[in-house]
């Protein structure tokens, strides 16, 4: 009797914590390991960790975080742990992630806040083909005619991302190395393939206070807990790659891989820009590699006779 209502305690707990639209994110979290786990500049992370860091909770991926200025032209406009940026140029704007379908609204509230129009949006992309970055792609391009550019690895795993039946809009398809222009700025595609397919880094140069800085906006390197031979190939060579960028200022696709919440409080107290920190560029490289290796040795282990 015991057992039972400890399960049936459990069964309430992870319906609470999961909500009735528990999304194949949220239970990911719940279902993760709590090893390997690394240890990276003093802290520890687990798969389970990493997970919960990036997700935090279901309110945590709705709540919009104020939006703020990065960079020059490039602006947060996200929720508290789903990265949505707005490269704004003088021939319309650029989204990268429309997150959620159920955000593209507090996006748009977000975008507006800081005075520009959402339909002013020209260019949708993205950084890899899972629902809590591009989910809303149909209704951005339905609210705006933007066009929508992806990676060609991440076309079948985006036109199999239907929210409500409606099909996955792509109206451009990107090859690695291809350049996005628009009103003279430029973003650069890079495949760092591994957490998807197609997963897509975008690098870009941003003015401010009379210098250039380099923008890398990466996508997740998150590794699978069970990479296949080829996603390792994909993630060796996404690591050395990510590594060689000149990058004065990093960003992701959840805040926490860039430590949003501590550079954000920074930005209000005012000084020198905190987005600009060329020594934190690869921290989030170091932390997914070392859990990578961990990963890789725990599969050898296990493979052993
Ligand atoms: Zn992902």
Known sequence: MKKMSKWKRFTFLVVIVLGPSANPSQAQTAG?????????QGQTYTPRSILARNMGTAEDQTTPFPPHKIIGNIYYVGTRTLSSFLVVTPQGNILINSTYERNVPTIAKSVEQLGFRFSDIKILLGTHAHGDHQEGDALVKHM???????????????QAMKPGGKEHPIDKVLHDGEEVTLGGTTLVARLTAGHTRGCTTWTTKAQEGGRTYDVVIHCSLRSPNAPTPAVIAELNRTFERVRSLPCDVQLGDHPAQYNLQE????????GPNPFI????????????????????AEQQKAGQP
Not at 144 to 158: I, K
Not at 263 to 270: F, I, N, T
Not at 277 to 296: G, K, N, T, V, Y
Request: aromatic residues 4%.
């Open 277 to 296: 920190d060329p020594a934190s560029c690869l921290r989030e490289a170091d932390i997914q590699e070392a859990m990578f290796h961990a990963l890789l």
């Open 263 to 270: 550079k954000y409080a920074k930005l209000r107290q005012g």
């Open 144 to 158: 705006t005619g933007a066009q929508v550019m992806a990676m060609a690895e991440d076309v079948p795993a985006l």
């Open 32 to 40: 993760q390991p709590d090893h390997p786990a690394v240890t990276v």
